[in-house]
């Protein structure tokens, strides 16, 4: 089964410190994309960053990084020099190339930056 | 610069009216999509749309309906409103297949 697991349902981080979000997938396809996106509390859903299952380096956006470990089948969010403006809700997902054109979310995990 | 935009913020309706949530995208963008966020069972995909006049169910589309008659908007319906109905309603669209989808603001819908 096509899954997502993001296993820390909280977190709470200094200002100015790197934080590092889990998320694990499952899926036997082998065309896939991994995502993350973050929803402030005024719930919009914004896009961060995305990496293909193809793609051999880690994907970098600003200071978002995507550390993908393709054979654990991990997808883990590395944010440098946290802003208070990070905290948020923060999504992992997975989409399928050939599976309907879903995707698939984790759970979310809340990341608190503090001052 | 993207935009996906949803007609209203918050939502207040009595059970059994017919509700009309409507979402429209700006970028051409062939697939969009309808979700319900609740606390705790994260975000689930009501139906989604890949053409003009097309609909797929998704995970959770019972209660629910939807329209599409032109590429830019994705009208999702509630038919007879119910209490379980109460949730954050999230619109999005994507390019294709494999890209990232982009969000609109969420409709939050309250059923009394």
């Known amino acids: 089964a096509q899954k997502i697991t993001q296993t820390q349902p909280g977190m709470f981080v200094q200002e100015k410190e790197a934080v590092t979000l889990d998320c694990t997938y499952d899926?036997?396809?082998?065309?896939?994309?991994l995502f993350w996106y973050k929803q402030p509390s005024s719930g919009e859903m914004i896009f961060l960053i995305y990496?293909?299952?193809?793609?051999?380096q880690n994907a970098t956006e600003g200071r978002y990084s995507l550390n993908f470990q393709k054979a654990r089948k991990s997808a883990n969010l590395v944010i440098s020099a946290s802003q208070l403006g990070d905290s948020a809700m923060y999504f992992c997902?997975?989409?399928?190339?050939?599976?309907?054109?879903?995707?698939?979310f984790g759970k979310g995990t809340r990341l608190h930056i503090l001052p | 610069d993207v935009k996906v935009t949803q007609s209203s913020r918050y939502l207040v309706k009595r059970t059994g009216e017919k509700v009309f949530l409507e979402c429209v995208q700006d970028?051409?963008?062939?697939?969009m999509f309808w979700y319900r966020q609740d606390p705790g069972l994260g975000l689930r995909l009501i139906y989604f749309?890949?053409?003009?006049?097309?609909?797929e169910k998704g995970d959770i589309p019972e209660g629910y309906s939807v329209s599409r008659e032109k590429k830019e908007r994705f009208s999702l319906i509630l038919e007879s409103a119910s209490t379980n109905q109460t949730s954050m309603y999230l619109c999005?669209?994507?390019?294709?297949?494999?890209?990232?989808?982009?969000f609109g603001p969420g409709t939050r819908l309250t059923v009394t």
């Open positions: 999005a669209s994507s390019m294709n297949q494999l890209r990232e989808q982009y």
């Open positions: 899926t036997s396809d082998q065309s896939y994309g």
């Open positions: 990496q293909g299952s193809y793609d051999e």
């Open positions: 997902a997975m989409r399928l190339m050939n599976r309907d054109d879903k995707i698939i």
């Open positions: 970028m051409d963008h062939e697939n």
């Open positions: 749309s890949y053409d003009v006049k097309m609909k």
